[in-house]
T-cell receptor
Framework: EPEVTQTPSHQVTQMGQEVILRCVPISNHLYFYWYRQILGQKVEFLVSFYNNEISEKSEIFDDQFSVERPDGSNFTLKIRSTKLEDSAMYFC???????????FGQGTRLTVV | KNEVEQSPQNLTAQEGEFITINCSYSVGISALHWLQQHPGGGIVSLFMLSSGKKKHGRLIATINIQEKHSSLHITASHPRDSAVYICAVTKGTSGSRLTFGEGTQLTVNP
């Protein structure tokens, strides 16, 4: 069964450092998403991406965040200068089109120390 | 106030029991989703509904658009059903992004 793959599964980084979270969406999918879940809280939308550009973003997705699809298969989330409050589980998701369910990756647990 | 509310927050059941988890929403939606999150954190999509009812194995999801309410039922529950069940909606004006509820922690005891 096709799946969304995220790497790494867990990343520990120092405050102020840049991190890149990587995702390989399902190959024929066109819509890509990043969500995050702070420990003990609900999942929150960060950004959606279609046709090589951001289609929606939340107020959480400020100038410290960026997304890229560098090579047609990977989809990355970059946090430029991490803060303690960026510690969370980050989920990548993809869907073939709008109006259908999305497939989620297993998540990357980011710990900022 | 959350746009998507779930009840109960926590639910403990004995193996074999029939389980119902409820979801209410306060916004216009194009679809409602039920997802399952396992202890390791991974999220699996169970159902996407825009009307009526869907069934997959022992899981049944229903939605009442007029009442802005959905239920997820599990028949003949089993300890392996223990997980967090999350209701999420695709709002009518927000493209395809999901807005999530807080989740219901289900524990099924043998």
């Amino acid at each position: 069964e096709p799946e969304v793959t995220q790497t790494p599964s867990h990343q520990v980084t120092q405050m102020g450092q840049e991190v890149i979270l990587r995702c390989v969406p399902i190959s024929n999918h066109l819509y890509f998403y990043w969500y995050r879940q702070i420990l003990g809280q609900k999942v929150e939308f960060l950004v959606s991406f279609y046709n090589n550009e951001i289609s929606e973003k939340s107020e959480i997705f400020d100038d410290q965040f960026s997304v890229e699809r560098p090579d047609g298969s990977n989809f990355t989330l970059k946090i430029r200068s991490t803060k303690l409050e960026d510690s969370a589980m980050y989920f990548c998701a993809s869907s073939a089109r709008t109006g259908v369910g999305a497939f989620f990756g297993q998540g990357t647990r980011l710990t900022v120390v | 106030k959350n746009e998507v509310e779930q009840s109960p927050q926590n639910l403990t059941a004995q193996e074999g029991e029939f389980i119902t988890i409820n979801c209410s929403y306060s916004v216009g939606i194009s679809a409602l989703h039920w997802l399952q999150q396992h202890p390791g954190g991974g999220i699996v999509s169970l159902f996407m509904l825009s009307s009526g009812k869907k069934k997959h194995g022992r899981l049944i999801a229903t939605i009442n658009i007029q009442e802005k309410h959905s239920s997820l039922h599990i028949t003949a529950s089993h300890p392996r059903d223990s997980a967090v069940y999350i209701c999420a909606v695709t709002k009518g004006t927000s493209g395809s992004r999901l807005t999530f509820g807080e989740g219901t922690q289900l524990t099924v005891n043998p």
